[in-house]
């Protein structure tokens, strides 16, 4: 049974998310710049990570004017459950080693729409998308880590975008890994994502977000979406 009602959501709707954020004033930027998504991090060893009062604290202003995502790591069915008993989110983001029967078991466990990131250096990490994708409610591809990351995610850095061209054009994925709002815009043009989610590229220190960069990103990504729309209609 969900433990909550979650905000709705399209699916035709480009979604630009705010990950890892951990500040009243800094939410609010994002909220004030239009982010569709907001995301709290739950994994101990990122910079960005909150307790589960303290993003339940965080995310009550933000309640209906954004979706709210809980980004957790290998958690089990029922960690996940009680996280989304106290948090109540729109969403759940599995950022670990989850594969297809642990994101269905998290997902029956919580009654949430589940965002799946997969980690993509090669080719051959998106033999992974074929496995998730009947699974996940979306896909989140990111930047795979570095072998001695202490936790995952793109650490900033971008992964070869031309490797997404052979993807099936119908595939709604959300892009991440190294995006800032200087390149936003080229990364939206070449590989067409439904929505972008950035965390340390509008950061001015590890955990630390900028109001100013989230804004421009914000709007660098819109602005691409809304040319790709445009091209797409004409």
């Known amino acids: 049974m969900p433990y909550c009602q979650p905000m709705p959501h399209r699916d035709d709707t480009f979604a630009i998310k ?3 954020l951990s500040t009243p ?3 609010e930027a994002a909220l004030a710049a239009g982010a569709e998504m907001i995301g709290l991090n739950f994994h101990p060893r990122s910079p960005r ?3 589960p009062q303290r993003a339940a604290e965080l995310a009550a202003p933000a309640r209906g004017r954004t979706q709210i995502v809980a980004l957790i790591v290998d958690y089990a069915p029922e960690q996940a459950a009680e996280l989304a008993r106290i948090l109540r989110p729109d969403w759940l983001q599995l950022h670990g080693s989850e594969g297809p029967e642990q994101v269905a078991a998290i997902r029956r466990a919580t009654g949430l729409p589940v965002m799946k990131a997969l980690g993509i250096a090669t080719a051959a990490d998106l033999e992974q998308v074929a496995q998730h994708r009947s699974v996940a409610d ?6 795979k880590p570095p072998k001695d990351a202490a936790y995952p995610g793109g650490h900033g850095r ?22 800032v ?4 815009a080229e990364a939206v043009r070449i590989t067409r994502p439904a929505g972008v989610d950035v965390s340390s590229g509008v950061e001015s220190a590890p955990g630390v977000k ?3 960069r989230i804004a421009d990103f914000v709007k660098a990504a819109r602005a691409a979406a ?9």
């Not at 709002?181 to 936003?184: D, R």
């Not at 809304?226 to 004409?234: I, T, V």
């Open 210 to 212: 900028d109001a100013g």
């Open 181 to 184: 709002p200087a390149n936003v």
């Open 25 to 27: 004033e800094t939410l």
């Open 226 to 234: 809304a040319e790709l729309k445009k091209a797409g209609q004409a």
């Open 158 to 179: 971008p992964f070869d975008w031309s490797l997404l061209a052979g993807l099936d054009p119908a595939f709604r994925f959300m892009l991440s890994g190294g995006l």
């Open 138 to 143: 979306r896909l989140l591809l990111d930047a």
């Open 49 to 51: 990570y909150v307790t």
């Open 18 to 20: 705010i990950c890892g």
